[in-house]
């Protein structure tokens, strides 16, 4: 079992920046790859980044550079910086862990979820 628990989310203007947190605990993080998923109001839940157990990073196409997903093995910690934050990012931001080192864009790809956290995106 894995259990992760997001944090950071919040209200911020459009332009502005914020960093997301997880914190995992129950199996060695090191060894798996670790993800951000985002879930807006009526739409599908969808890939924003990943990370494997040794730094190797995927983006979606919709990061353009803004987002940077990174982890801390030694703290059992994944992070995702968002900068240049748009309306369209709001959403509920989903940290998800895979049991395979090699990053993955798919959800089914993902064994556990954390309960997410909101960012909303202000004008």
Same mark, same amino acid.
């Given at each position: 079992?894995?259990?992760?628990?997001?944090? !950071? @989310?919040?209200?911020?203007?459009?332009?502005?920046?914020?960093?997301?947190?997880?914190?995992?605990?129950?199996?060695?993080?090191?060894?798996?790859?670790? !993800?951000?998923?985002?879930?807006?109001? @009526?739409?599908?839940?969808?890939?924003?980044?990943?990370?494997?157990?040794? !730094?190797?990073?995927?983006?979606?196409?919709?990061?353009?550079?803004?987002?940077?997903?990174?982890?801390?093995?030694?703290?059992?910690?994944?992070?995702?910086?968002?900068?240049?934050?748009?309306?369209?990012?709001?959403?509920?931001?989903?940290?998800?862990?895979?049991?395979?080192?090699?990053?993955?864009? @798919?959800?089914?790809?993902?064994?556990?979820?954390?309960? @997410?956290?909101?960012?909303?995106?202000?004008?």
């Amino acid at each position: 079992q894995v259990q992760l628990v997001e944090s !950071g @989310g919040g209200l911020v203007q459009a332009g502005g920046s914020l960093r997301l947190s997880c914190a995992a605990s129950g199996r060695t993080f090191s060894e798996f790859a670790m !993800g951000w998923f985002r879930q807006a109001p @009526g739409k599908e839940r969808e890939f924003v980044a990943s990370i494997s157990w040794n !730094g190797q990073t995927l983006d979606a196409h919709f990061v353009q550079g803004r987002f940077t997903i990174s982890r801390d093995n030694a703290k059992n910690m994944l992070y995702l910086q968002m900068n240049s934050l748009k309306l369209e990012d709001t959403a509920i931001y989903y940290c998800a862990a895979r049991l395979a080192p090699w990053s993955a864009s @798919g959800s089914r790809d993902y064994a556990y979820w954390g309960q @997410g956290t909101q960012v909303t995106v202000s004008s």
